[in-house]
């Protein structure tokens, strides 16, 4: 068992998270586990910190708020922890909340344990509202960016650093995506070609850095 740590940062951030777990490339047997408990919540500017050290397993949050449930957004969960009371009752939510409020970025952070024996992962957020960066492990894998990404192509590789899996197929590559825009490439890889490898994900394009990105399992 691998636990997993994700984080996000956004304004106004209300998600609701699942891990999606294909037992093969075929994807013959899935199952979904929705990550609604366990995250915690602290303002951007009181965090010392950026992405890559927040979403590593080692780090610290226990002093942060507590999230009872997601999706929630940040005003719920500082309700929640007493930070402000009775928000909408009268006109507390105009007289007691700063007017800059909204101006200000939020870290939402959990850490979740990944079923072994799988090959693929998937996390999926179906409800960000309404721009976030996502990291994982240390790993910036979505963000909030405004340019249109041209010809992005991806490879599996053996390793870190190393060559591309071979033989593998793609069902799409080379794919062009607008700001915010997801996409799912599925490689389909023989299980002869997996044994006693570390594999990653290397993504690079027109106008995209090249990254790469350990695999969470394999």
Not at 22 to 48: F, H, I, P, Q, Y
Not at 58 to 70: E, K, Q, Y
């Amino acid at each position: 068992m691998r636990t997993r740590n994700i984080v996000q940062t956004g304004l106004l951030l209300y998600s609701l998270l699942l891990l999606s777990i294909s037992r093969n490339a075929l994807g013959s047997s899935s199952s979904a586990e929705e990550l609604n408990t366990g995250w915690r919540l602290m303002a951007a500017d009181k965090v010392d910190a950026d992405g890559s050290r927040i979403s590593a397993p080692n780090f610290d949050a226990s002093h942060w708020c507590t999230i009872r449930r997601m999706p929630a957004t940040v005003l719920q969960a500082l309700e929640d922890n007493g930070v402000y009371k009775d928000l909408y009752f009268g006109m507390n939510l105009a007289t007691a909340v700063p007017h800059d409020f909204w101006k200000h970025d939020w870290w939402y952070r959990t850490a979740f344990t990944v079923p072994p024996g799988h090959h693929y992962y998937s996390v999926i957020f179906n409800g960000i509202n309404y721009r976030a960066d996502v990291w994982l492990n240390g790993q910036l894998i979505a963000n909030r960016s405004q340019i249109i990404a041209f010809l992005i192509r991806a490879e599996a590789l053996n390793h870190a650093g190393g060559d591309e899996i071979l033989p593998i197929t793609y069902d799409d590559n080379y794919v062009t995506l607008f700001p915010h825009e997801p996409t799912t490439i599925e490689a389909t890889i023989p299980t002869s070609q997996m044994v006693g490898l570390q594999p990653a994900v290397r993504i690079e394009g027109y106008n995209v850095p090249a990254k790469t990105r350990q695999e969470i399992s394999h």
